[in-house]
Structure formats: structure tokens, C-alpha cells
């Protein structure tokens, strides 16, 4: 990752997209939680292809035989790149994850509140887990901060679930 002082306006997506083909609606709450990580993520992120510097960038995000599929764009619609990550090293992630998210849905209606906080403690863990594995994944291909990674991380599970 380079130094947070080389961050540059160009450098951070500005739309995103999901292919809808891929994409599983779920329940209502994950629905919810996929709406505020685009909205967050359009809001503030920082991200940019290796050895590209003619962001800002429009990203599409897909899943194509077991692969998240990045293809990126300039804002003038410009085909930057695509990159392709195996979905197999998330797949053990993705599905606790989900698990506990279920778990943590059902307990905001019935659970007290300290039984809450331990699920949502495991969900945060899991979900940084996930983030962590994506910055790993991407590093020699696409330079991206923390928070940016969690955003996508998030995007990555809407895309991949499959009910």
C-alpha cells in the first residue's frame, strides 16, 4: 500500500454497480446493508488499479466462474482494466459470515442486549477477516485503504450468496 500522503482525488471510485445477474436478493436487512456500503463507499474510499493513475474510476462488479470480476473505468467510461480474484480463498469467510448475520438479525428482535453485542462483536470480526483477505488478495493489482476494503467486502457477500 503506498503512503496515505500520495492520496489523490483520482484516486477513488465514483460509481459503482453490481451486476444484477449475479446479484441474490436477500432479506430485507442484508438488502439494507448492501445500499449503505455503495452509499459509503461512493461517500469516501480510496482506491486505485496498480500503475493506473487516470481515476477517478467507475467500477462494475461481477461474479464469473467463481471469481469476483473488477472491471474498472475511467469517468469518462473509459475501460480501465479488469481484475479477477478467486472466490475460493472467501468461501469459508463468506459463509460464517452470513451464518452469523442471520444470527445477529434474529437476536435484535429477541435477544438481550449483551447476547447482541457478542454476535455482533464475531459478525465485525468475521467481516474484517474478509476485508483483510481482499487487501491481501488485490495488493500487487489494486492499491485500497481499510475502509474501502470492508465497503467491497460487504459488496463481495451480496454478490456471492447464494441463499
Known amino acids: 500500500m503506498n503512503d496515505p500522503s500520495e492520496n489523490r482525488a483520482d484516486q477513488r471510485i465514483i460509481e459503482i454497480t453490481l451486476d444484477e445477474e449475479t446479484l ?20 469516501d474510499n ?9 481515476g477517478p474510476y467507475r467500477l462494475h462488479l461481477s461474479i464469473m466462474e467463481n471469481r469476483l470480476v473488477f472491471d474498472m473505468s475511467t469517468e469518462g467510461c473509459e475501460p480501465v482494466g479488469r481484475v479477477m480474484l478467486s472466490l475460493s480463498p472467501f468461501r469459508r469467510i463468506v459463509k460464517d459470515y452470513f451464518m452469523l448475520c442471520e444470527s445477529y438479525f434474529a437476536a435484535i428482535r429477541t435477544a438481550s442486549p449483551s447476547q447482541i453485542e457478542a454476535i455482533d462483536m464475531g459478525r465485525r470480526g468475521l467481516h474484517n477477516e474478509g476485508s483483510e483477505l481482499l487487501i491481501e488478495r488485490l495488493d500487487d ?12 467486502f460487504t459488496l463481495l457477500c451480496a454478490l456471492h450468496f447464494k441463499g
Open 24 to 43: 441474490v436478493h436477500t432479506s430485507a436487512d442484508i438488502e439494507h446493508e448492501r445500499k449503505v456500503a455503495m452509499f459509503d463507499l461512493i461517500e
Open 46 to 54: 480510496h482506491f486505485y488499479p496498480i500503475n493506473t493513475s487516470r
Open 141 to 152: 493489482k489494486i492499491n485500497l485503504d481499510f475502509n474501502t476494503s470492508r465497503r467491497l
